[in-house]
């Protein structure tokens, strides 16, 4: 279970990287973001993970539960990250505006 | 030359996560970790343990993240303010209309629903927000006719309603600071948990679960309509 999930934590982690580094369209980019940020969600609720824990909704009789703390975590980093990602896309869509393209290579003063 | 470099160093990445893994690093720190589980019931009162975390033991944590997204709704207000639409021009069927009208009530209830019951059942104020951020997604998507946006609620109303909730959530906070010496204290503040599990429990937890519903929910439909204007 464990070596599942953090070998596709890993492996999202490298896709994301990869991405991050190669592409040069800017939605793309945002995309990898998104993929990295989902990369991290993943490792923080594993951290979490209890065996045969239930959900953190505390019943009548004494069970073993899952650490409601990187749940917790987890919803604050969705809620960020959908308001990051809106803010990337809102200045992606500026940048359209103003240069006229939204690859990197194209857009003027920006290269480097 | 360049794909190659960052091939070279994601694969390097992954394998030195693979390497920290294999060498036996422990991750699991369930031991070090509080156990929420076996004292939010009696330190707050919320059978949600995600919901005691939330908005009791972590609430500072919350308000900033409520102030987050405040902000991205304000920057994006700012960076796409048309009020006429060019991407939503397509003309829909009259089976796509009705049914949207027919789901959009229920899709509401589900929505408060979920916000209210959020200490007693999985959800809370965030999850509900976004169901509710939703239907203002379905109205925008489905009436928008001839690019003139169409709003659930004013766009005014939308702002105050938004502003209200993150004053509101403050209010609670200071109130805290008052009576219970603590920004953001609930039980402290000397208010009855009543009965866990019921509706009316957990102190001021579903007061803050119906402010941050609000206010995700309406900073959401902000940011979601004000991208759509683009």
Redesign the interface.
């Known amino acids: 279970m464990g070596?599942i999930i953090?070998t596709t934590?890993?492996?999202l982690?490298?896709?994301a990287?990869?991405g991050l580094?190669?592409r040069r369209h800017l939605i793309r980019l945002v995309i990898c973001f998104n993929v990295l940020e989902i990369a991290v969600l993943l490792a923080i609720v594993y951290?979490?993970?209890?065996e045969g824990g239930q959900?953190?909704?505390?019943g009548g009789a004494e069970a073993a539960?899952v650490?409601?703390?990187p749940?917790?975590v987890a919803?604050?980093a969705?809620?960020?990250a959908?308001?990051?990602t809106?803010?990337m896309?809102?200045?992606v869509?500026?940048i359209y505006?103003t240069r006229g393209s939204v690859r990197i290579e194209r857009v003027r003063r920006w290269r480097g | 030359m360049r794909t190659g470099w960052a091939l070279l160093f994601s694969v390097a990445l992954v394998g030195c996560g693979i390497v920290t893994l294999i060498a036996g690093v422990d991750l699991d720190t369930h031991g070090a970790i509080f156990d929420y589980a076996h004292h939010s019931v009696q330190h707050t009162g919320a059978v949600n343990v995600v919901s005691a975390v939330l908005f009791d033991y972590r609430g500072l944590d919350t308000l900033g993240e409520a102030t987050g997204v405040l902000a991205t709704g304000l920057v994006v207000a700012v960076l796409a303010p048309k009020a006429r639409t060019s991407m939503l021009s397509v003309r829909l069927s009259l089976v796509v209309l009705y049914g949207v009208a027919l789901v959009l009530p229920f899709v509401s209830v589900l929505g408060f629903a979920v916000i209210l019951f959020g200490h007693v059942s999985p959800g809370g104020g965030f999850t509900g927000g976004v169901v509710l951020a939703s239907t203002a997604v379905f109205f925008a998507v489905v009436y928008t006719v001839g690019g003139q946006q169409s709003y659930v609620l004013p766009m005014d109303t939308q702002k105050r309603i938004e502003n209200a909730a993150i004053a509101a959530f403050l209010l609670v906070g200071f109130g805290g600071l008052v009576t219970g010496g603590a920004f953001l204290a609930n039980a402290a503040t000397g208010i009855p948990l009543g009965e866990p599990g019921s509706l009316l429990s957990a102190g001021l937890i579903p007061l803050l679960n119906l402010v941050a519903g609000m206010k995700v929910g309406v900073g959401l439909a902000i940011v979601v309509v004000c991208l759509f204007s683009e």
């Not at chain 1, 951290?47 to 209890?50: D, L, S």
């Not at chain 1, 959900?55 to 505390?58: E, K, R």
Request: net charge positive.
């Open positions: 070596a953090m934590v890993l492996g982690t490298g896709i990287i990869y580094l190669t951290a979490g993970f209890v959900a953190p909704i505390v539960y650490s409601a703390l749940h917790a919803l604050t969705i809620v960020i959908a308001s990051s809106a803010l896309l809102a200045y869509v500026r505006r």
